[in-house]
């Protein structure tokens, strides 16, 4: 991986994730899960979960950044429908940067990518993602790029984890 501490936004395409990228977007839920909860996700599952995206096109997809031959960030997209707007809100999850790349307009490029998908689509009526409370970074990130706190709590019953 490149130490480049500030690239040039340039240098970073983003596009939409195929099945060979798969080892790239398991290793860095890997990392975000140890990094962000402590957690070791277990390989085979989280490899089965990543290949079924690929192979499940209503689950959603999943975006790479790259600089160069090197995949430095991903996320995965998926779908909420909602009744009252008659249209879908995508949900931006999984969102991970190679430490070497953060704060360098690498999130930055991916974000852009999807608002480009919902605007240019009229079924689509916004995008939402959870952040944890402590994460004042990303909220900042995401405050900048236009996105708001929602008037919601997330709650949830984990089967798996």
Same mark, same amino acid.
């Given at each position: 991986?490149? $130490? /480049? =501490?500030? =690239?040039d936004q340039s240098q970073i395409m983003v &596009? &939409? %994730? %195929? =099945?060979d990228d798969?080892?790239?977007?398991i290793?860095? @839920? @890997? /990392?975000?899960?140890?990094? $962000?909860?402590?957690?070791t996700l277990d390989p085979a599952l989280i490899a %089965?979960?990543?290949a079924a995206v690929f192979e499940s096109d209503?689950?959603?997809f999943y975006l790479v950044a790259e600089s160069g031959e090197q995949v430095v960030g991903s996320l995965l997209v998926t779908y909420e429908w909602s009744d009252? &707007? /008659?249209a879908t809100f995508l949900w931006i999850q999984s969102v991970y940067v190679h430490a070497n790349w953060r704060r360098t307009g690498v999130y930055t490029a991916m974000h852009g990518h999807v608002n480009a998908i919902a605007t240019s689509r009229d079924d689509i009526c916004g995008i939402r993602l959870y952040v944890e409370h402590e994460n004042r970074i990303a909220q900042q990130t995401y405050n900048n790029l236009g996105m708001s706190e929602a008037h919601y709590y997330m709650y949830e019953v984990d089967f798996v984890l």
């Open positions: 991986m490149s $130490t /480049n =501490p500030r =690239p &596009r &939409r %994730a %195929a =099945p798969a080892e790239h977007i290793g860095f @839920q @890997q /990392n975000m899960a140890m990094e $962000t909860e402590g957690k %089965a979960g990543v209503d689950k959603g009252w &707007r /008659n």
